[in-house]
Each structure stands twice: as C-alpha cells, then as structure tokens.
C-alpha cells in the first residue's frame, strides 16, 4: 500500500466553525507532513512531525493545528479561519525526516474554502 | 539560498514533441532533486529524481539532466503525449538531518496539444 489518503475531499466552512482535516498512511512512515498550495503555486511548507512529534512549524497562525494522534495518523484542525485561508491542504509522508534520500508521498488533498 | 528557480512557467508542445523544463539553484547544501508531476484536483506524485553524482537519469520518456557545475537541471519528456499535460514542479533537498524538506520551483504548467 503506497497511498495516502485524506479526508474530507472538498470542504466548505465559514469563519466560526471548527473543522478537522485527516490523513492515514500505512506505509510505516515515520514523517508526516501538512502543506498549504494555492492555485498555479507550489505546495508550502507548514508542519512536520517525526515520530509523531511536531518538528516543524513554519511560523503557521494557531488556528491551524496539527495532530498526530498514532504513526498513521495526521490531523489539521480549523477554527475561526479567514477567506484567504482558502487552499487545496496537502499531507504527505516518508521515511526518517532526516534522511537525503526519502521520497514524500502526497494524498490528494483536501481542497478548502473558507466563506 | 535556499531558492529553486523554475522556467518556463508555462510551455505548449505539440504530441509528439520534446518538452523541456529547466530548474537552478544556488544552496551547494541541495543533494537530492526530484520532479514532481501534478495534475489538476491531485496531489504532487514524484516522477523521476536524481543525485548529483550523475548527470543524467532516464526512465522511460522522461530523463533528467544534472549540471553540477553549473547548478542546473532539468526536465526532459520525450515523444510528449496529451496525458503528460500537468504542472510540474522541480524540488531539492538538503542532505543534513534538517527536516526542513523540500524547496519546490515555482512550477511549469506543460500542456501537449494533440
């Protein structure tokens, strides 16, 4: 099984809501990674966790917040987000963070919009 | 430094016809460079990737070639086909225990008429 899966596909909530984007991956990866992409740009950057614990936040505002409640699991909870927020949510995961060489698998995303 | 510089940003190819996409970069740190192939609605899937200890990787239609002195590489897809209409996206990785990951290009929207 060399897939990741996300859940929702598409979603649509307004600034109060509360949301929660998820990821699985039965890879045996060990690194999972949440990225932001806007239309016609590459994906950014903004979490990574390696072993289930957050190693990276790439300074993203905290109403975006990851969980990573077991190694095949990723979650991306929403509150109180704004229209430009609006993004197609990628996760992707991989072998040890560190190595040079691992490859990043990506989901399909989950494509968001904030009213 | 740590900039993946990507041209063009959009090419139309006849089926057929050779597309190519180039990529530089400046962080001498990078030692690994993968291509990524998106297509609309889809996640990023990795399509070929190349060390800098060759200059040129091949696999099927598509190859990459590696100038390391120069600090380039690129994206070569041969006999372009219709499907082969996607973005693509150039990377690089740093080889340090970093987990900062992947320095994508800025992406090439390829669109092969048929």
């Known amino acids: 099984d060399t897939e990741v899966t996300q859940t929702p596909k598409h979603l649509v909530m307004g600034m109060t809501n509360k949301k929660s984007l998820k990821c699985e991956q039965h890879m045996g990866h060990r690194a999972m990674y949440w990225y932001k992409q806007k239309a016609k740009k590459p994906p950014e950057l903004m979490f990574v966790?390696?072993?289930?614990?957050?190693?990276i936040n790439e300074s993203v505002p905290s109403r975006f917040s990851p969980e990573c409640p077991n190694s095949s699991l990723l979650n991306l909870h929403l509150h109180a987000l704004q229209p430009e927020d609006s993004a197609l949510y990628l996760c992707?995961?991989?072998?040890?963070?560190?190595?040079?060489?691992?490859?990043?698998?990506f989901g399909p995303g989950t494509r968001l919009t904030v009213l | 430094q740590q900039q993946v510089k990507q041209s063009p940003q959009s090419l139309i190819v006849q089926k057929g016809g050779i597309s190519i996409i180039n990529c530089a970069y400046e962080?001498?740190?990078?030692?690994?460079f993968p291509w990524y192939q998106q297509f609309p609605g889809k996640g990023p899937a990795l399509l070929i990737a190349i060390r800098p200890d060759v200059s040129e990787k091949k696999e099927g239609r598509f190859t990459i070639s590696f100038n390391k002195s120069a600090k380039q590489f690129s994206l070569h897809i041969m006999d372009s086909q219709p499907g082969d209409s996607a973005t693509y996206f150039c990377a690089a990785k740093r080889a340090e225990g970093s987990a900062r990951q992947l320095t994508f290009g800025s992406g090439t929207q390829l669109t092969v008429l048929p």
């Open positions: 962080n001498t740190a990078f030692d690994y």
């Open positions: 992707a995961s991989s072998h040890l963070a560190g190595s040079s060489y691992n490859e990043q698998f």
């Open positions: 966790y390696s072993y289930e614990k957050l190693s």
